[in-house]
Structure formats: C-alpha cells, structure tokens
C-alpha cells in the first residue's frame, strides 16, 4: 500500500524557515517523480514545486521560486522541501505527492494527507 | 508559464443530470492533461489522465475529451457521490491547476 506522511509544518513567522519531509513507503520511490502541491484555506490546489527520480529535473512555482528548495534522498525514501523567508500568503495545507511517471511533471496518483503551515506575528 | 481556466466556477445540478466541465489551457499541452475529484477535508483523486484515459477503478460515467488547448470532463449520468469539487491539472510544462470547479445539489 502506498503511504507518503509529511511532517514538519506549523506556525511560523513572517520571514522564518521551515521544512517539510514526507516519508514514503509501499513503492519504488526512486522510479517516480515527486511533488509539492497546496491549498490554502477556502482555495484551489497550486503546484508548488517537483522533482525527477533522480534529482536531476528541478522545478518552482514562481510564488516560490528563490524561496523554496526541493529535494530528495532515495536512500530514505523521502522527499523534503526547505521554505525559507516565508509570507503569509504562504499559509496552507501542504500535500506530499507522487507522480506516475519519472519525471519532473506528470500526473498524481497519489497524495498524503498533508502537513499544515501557517505563517503569522 | 501555462495558465489554466475552468468554467464555470461552480455549477448546480440534479442527481441524473449531464454534466460538463472546461478546462482551457493558455498554451498548446497536446493532451497532457489530467482531472482530478476532491471532496471537502480529503486528498484529491485521479479520475483522468492524458486528456481521455479514465483511471482504474474511476466509474465509467466519468470521461474526458479534448486536445490542444481545450478539454472537457463529463459526467454522464451525476450521482449523489459526485457532489465534489473538480481541478485541471496540465503536466506538458511542469503542472498548473485550474482554479476548481464546485458541483453542488440543485
């Protein structure tokens, strides 16, 4: 069965850090791509960043672009996701995700049940 | 960037009713497209893939069509399960998610 669980968020403050992880399990996790995707409260789903099996396809929102960094360790079956000076407009539900195919961009059969991060004073 | 537009934003039907939902793409995706059902507090589901391609397990009521730039998801026949809200997701450039369409009891 496959299980992505992220861990990580919380309230932080305007212009602080945080980064999530998201452990999974139950597939091959250097075969997929993986993603970052969000949901702030009351709104639509945003695609917020993704990465290849192999680290070696990278890409960022532009809401996120120099703020964020994607990565993952194929050896701890984990991908994270390092927020850096982060907004208000930043506050959501952030969803763990595993593509269906290698790449850096594909379509998501599978999602954790996200990790909450509000930004606030 | 690719942009994604729905319409409508939300649509009121009747359990029975045929149901049509656009996605318009501001970009050629060729028909690298999916559709995805979230409902209220859970994790969006994948219904559809490369435009027309209807998951394993997805109700054969769903499907979707188009190519290019416009896309289209349909419900055949709406069944009380299938009061949702759904998203467009194209994968030809990275991703982008339409806004979301809301399918509410008429």
């Known amino acids: 069965e496959v299980q992505l669980v992220e861990s990580g968020g919380g309230l932080v403050q305007p212009g602080r850090s945080l980064r999530l992880s998201c452990a999974a399990s139950g597939f091959t996790f250097d075969d997929y791509g993986m993603y970052w995707v969000r949901q702030g409260p009351g709104k639509g789903l945003e695609w917020v960043s993704g990465?290849?099996?192999?680290?070696?396809?990278?890409g960022y929102a532009d809401s996120v672009k120099g703020r964020f960094t994607i990565s993952r360790d194929n050896a701890k079956n984990s991908l994270y996701l390092q927020m850096n000076s982060l907004r208000g407009e930043d506050t959501a539900l952030y969803y763990c995700?595993?593509?269906?195919?290698?790449?850096?961009?594909?379509?998501?059969?599978?999602w954790g049940q996200g990790t909450l991060v509000t930004v606030s004073s | 960037d690719i942009q994604m537009t729905q319409s409508p934003s939300t649509l009121s039907a009747s359990v029975g009713d045929r149901v049509t939902i656009t996605c318009r793409a501001s970009?050629?995706?060729?028909?690298?497209l999916a559709w995805y059902q979230q409902k209220p507090g859970k994790a969006p589901k994948l219904l559809i893939y490369k435009a027309s391609t209807l998951e394993s397990g997805v109700p054969s009521r769903f499907s979707g069509s188009g190519s290019g730039t416009e896309f289209t998801l349909t419900i055949s026949s709406l069944q009380p399960d299938d009061f949702a809200t759904y998203y467009c997701?194209?994968?030809?450039?990275?991703?982008?998610f339409g806004q979301g369409t809301k399918v509410e009891i008429k």
């Open positions: 997701q194209q994968y030809n450039s990275y991703q982008t």
């Open positions: 970009q050629s995706i060729s028909s690298w």
């Open positions: 995700a595993k593509g269906r195919k290698l790449a850096v961009a594909g379509q998501i059969d599978y």
């Open positions: 990465i290849s099996w192999n680290s070696g396809s990278i």
